[in-house]
């Protein structure tokens, strides 16, 4: 299908180690955003793209969370040094472009860190 | 700081009643809204948007009524299916360049035979 796609859809990480969750968007789709998703909760964002560059990361709780998009198209959400409350589901959205559009979640991946 | 309050507790209803779920918000100045369903393991999924100078807003057997007065959105599924049992999601958000979502935590509906 042509939906948002992300990989892996689980992962174990012990603790202190790093981790990289991948995104692929809708082929086009100008706009990507990262949310992090814990138990019972709604999504919480995390950081936005357009296009390549990324325009807020204002929801990135630390800097162990880093998160890039080079070629506009595919994004890499890297966790260093993980802790035990990094465990969550992480979504990746996009959308045609900014404004009230409608985003398209992918099925995420479900991180625990022992 | 920024709330949006959902029913936390699960909203049961038998199949062919209306449900209506309720998102609340607080300190919040939103643009629009969305309503997004949530099944278990996966993303959710978008399905209606309404701006702040609407109203209402319908599509098939929902529909969705937005008032910024008393910072109040009610989500309504007629004629409930076991089919329609999910969590649903308001989510708010702004104008701006980064258009993010700011959600509700969410409400699980189950509708029952």
């Known amino acids: 299908g042509a939906g948002v796609s992300q990989s892996p859809r689980y992962k174990v990480a012990k603790r202190g180690q790093d981790v990289a969750l991948r995104c692929d968007p809708i082929s086009g789709h100008v706009s990507l955003f990262w949310y992090q998703q814990a138990l019972g909760q709604g999504p919480e964002f995390l950081t936005y793209?357009?296009?390549?560059?990324?325009?807020?990361k204002s929801g990135l709780p630390s800097d162990r969370f880093f998160a890039e998009r080079p070629e506009g198209s595919v994004s890499t959400l890297k966790i260093q040094r993980t802790q035990q409350e990094d465990s969550a589901v992480y979504l990746c959205a996009s959308s045609l472009g900014p404004g009230d559009n409608e985003q398209f979640f992918g099925p995420g991946t479900r991180l625990t860190v022992l | 700081s920024q709330k949006i309050e959902q029913n936390s507790e699960a909203l049961n209803i038998q199949e062919g009643k209306t449900a209506t779920l309720t998102c609340n918000y607080t300190n919040y100045s939103p643009a629009y809204l969305q309503w997004y369903r949530q099944d278990p393991g996966r993303g959710p999924v978008f399905l209606l948007l309404?701006?702040?100078?609407?109203k209402e807003k319908r599509k098939e057997r929902l529909k969705v009524t937005f008032d910024t007065t008393l910072k109040q959105s009610l989500f309504h599924i007629t004629a409930s299916q076991p089919a329609d049992s999910a969590t649903y999601l308001c989510a708010l958000g702004s104008t701006g360049t980064a258009s993010k979502l700011t959600f509700g935590t969410g409400t699980r509906l189950q509708v029952t035979l």
């Open positions: 309404i701006r702040e100078n609407e």
């Open positions: 793209f357009q296009n390549e560059a990324q325009l807020d």
